[in-house]
């Protein structure tokens, strides 16, 4: 199905729903702008507060008190999550932004509204509260069927992409760790006055974050037409649910909805020559993300000005591809022109060149979150994993087929290293070895070394300068570890009476006190 975008004029309706309970938790509530019934009378109205939401997941500032060129939504949190992994290095500190979640020093900052946990914990909450509200108006919204099925199905898709993101971040990865204490849930309208709740598991968080994505998927069915890219159409919800079930091990679950992204987005793999840049929804690759307009660019608070070399923080600190990872490639891969060995920014790992301003005298440059590429590979991984090595490989060869004309591959089995630069030589470790290249500075690496349960490792000859070398301070070499697991931020304690800091606050070290 041919993806329809009408691009809905959404710059006007500004940031939704920033507001925090006035008893000081985080968990928060809409905004007068957008809280007033009539905006629930019918979908054509609620498309207000909807696009209000997609706004807030590119706009910069709103989700934290300070430290604001650093906080500009999701692509924020994709790059914070890139540096604290193994293959997105910073060269220097430059101006300090992302720094501190590179070398793992935010979590003893969560009394601070300044920082990382503030910052996350607020965003999500907010557009789950604001999700809420959308949702508990389905049964009284006017307008077809079709519309609001629409409009409904969004917000819980953003509820359990809000949910998900919330429990990758403050707590353990979920297998293994299902009973671990996870995040509060909450699936009703919050106000002012509301009780907080205590936190739920993992496994309860991702029972809701199971529930939500479905219900969203039997909704968007019935309006399958994507009206804007920023908008969690039918193909990105599946988009997400392929993600979700990759981190539960739900291997069939997880190819299945992958391929039906694929084939329901009307996306297709592009040569690297055909989408310069990473700057454009319209390119037609892009199942998501937002296209930013003149008025809505972020100038120093924006993800190009942290990745271009050209760019003001770009080149204090650039971002570079490990050198292991970029001898991956081979010779003729397309991919190579990403990098820039002989950049002279360059101070031991390969300078990016992937990810640069469509327009640099207007700081624009759009936010891709989703494209169809990443599908191709979760679909191999998943048969892979099913012990189906035949259609892996058919996806892995549909990718790399506009890659590299030289790729070939014959290898097989399922195992993995210990840490993620030991090799097994199989065909699991394969495809995940061309993930980390096609979606290097998308992907939110962390995430994905802490669903493998791998380790990692920074070295000089991988080009990590000496400072953010952290393996002597950091357990990164164990993947059950609580390093990258943030702390909940002081403010929801304060105002929250069923979560105690001295029982609920995760580790600040990498283990609990004791361990």
Known sequence: MKKLFKYLFIGMFGVACLSSCSNDSLVTEPTAQFSGASFMENADKALVPLNGIYRSMYDAGWSTTGNTHQCFGISAYNLMAEVMGDDCIMGA????????DAVYNVKTRFTSGAWRSY???NAYFTWIANANYIIAAENTMGGSEEDVAYVVGQAYAIRAYSYFMLAQSF???????ESDPCVPIYTEGTWTGTTGQKRSSVSEVYAQIDKDIQKALDLLAKSPYQQHPSHMGYAVALGLKSRIALVE???????????SAIMNSGCEILPVKDFVGMNSTDKENVMWGAKIIKDQVGMYASLMTHMSGDAPYGSRAPKQISIWLYDK?????TRLVWWDPEARLSTAGYLQKKFEFSNPQTWEGDYIWMRVEEMYLTAAEAACRLGDEATAKKYLMDLMAERDPDYTCNKTGKALGTLTTEMTGSLLEEIILQRRIELWGEDGRIYTIRRLHQGFERTTDMGWPLAAQIGKRVHINDPECYAWVLTIPQAEFDGNVNMNAATDQNPVGDYPTGN
């Open 93 to 100: 500190q430059g101006s300090g932004w992302f720094w501190f």
């Open 171 to 177: 707590a353990r990865t979920y297998k293994g760790h």
């Open 119 to 121: 910052d996350l914990w």
């Open 249 to 259: 091990e739900k291997w069939q679950e997880a190819f299945d909805a992958a391929q």
């Open 329 to 333: 490639m081979g010779e003729n891969d």
